[in-house]
Nanobody, 125 residues
Framework: QLQLVESGGGLVQPGGSLRLSCAAS????????TGWFRQAPGKEREGVSC????????NYANSVKGRFTISRDNAKNTVYLQMNSLKPEDTSVYYC??????????????????WGQGTQVTVSS
């Protein structure tokens, strides 16, 4: 079965950290650019970050630049999103997505081939 599965979400206080994981099964995630999106209640889904297939190129939305770090371990077929200095406005469901090619278009992957089911991140005191 071809799928992406996110994990690592949860409740954290402002200023805290979380690390999200996106694990692929049934296909080689390392062949594709992979990114993270998020969607808050009542808002449209927005791109957060993208990493090229080889991990050389990483890009971030301005709202998370300097606080979030995207990385990948192709041997583990997994992409990560390290989130530091979290703010209440980071509260969202976070989704990972794999493109149908190896490059990012800015901070988002395009021509999405696979989506994860999402993981909830809540930043609140």
């Amino acid at each position: 079965q071809l799928q992406l599965v996110e994990s690592g979400g949860g409740l954290v206080q402002p200023g805290g950290s979380l690390r999200l994981s996106c694990a692929a099964s049934g296909f080689t995630l390392g062949a594709y650019a992979t990114g993270w999106f998020r969607q808050a209640p009542g808002k449209e889904r927005e791109g957060v970050s993208c990493i090229s297939s080889g991990g050389i190129s990483t890009n971030y939305a301005n709202s998370v630049k300097g606080r979030f770090t995207i990385s990948r371990d192709n041997a583990k077929n997994t992409v990560y999103l390290q989130m530091n200095s979290l703010k209440p406005e980071d509260t969202s469901v976070y989704y990972c997505a794999a493109a149908r090619h190896y490059y990012c278009s800015g901070y988002v992957p395009t021509e999405i081939g696979y989506w994860g089911q999402g993981t909830q991140v809540t930043v609140s005191s």
